[in-house]
């Protein structure tokens, strides 16, 4: 368990600390049209969006492995 979550927090600090391009075609394009600021502030928006759904699957797998690890 304790390596599951170690494993979680560094895949979240990885996420946090890469600077990403999470945008598709059309927010990159309005990113550009912003500026240098506004954009970093949607890249790190969209970032934050992601990580819930990506803690969301990570509690769930979790949950799995240990509800079925006996016949895995």
């Known amino acids: 368990m304790k390596r599951w979550i170690s494993l979680s927090l560094l895949v979240f ?3 946090g600390a890469v600077e ?4 598709c075609s059309i927010c990159t394009k309005t990113a550009q049209q912003l500026g240098e600021k506004p954009a970093k502030a ?3 928006g969209i970032v ?3 990580a819930a759904p990506l803690a969301i699957f990570t509690f769930i797998g979790i949950r799995w492995y240990k509800a079925n690890k006996d016949s895995l």
Do not use: D, I, P, W
């Open 13 to 15: 600090a990885m996420v």
């Open 20 to 23: 990403s391009q999470a945008q």
């Open 42 to 44: 949607l890249n790190t």
């Open 48 to 50: 934050y969006l992601a």
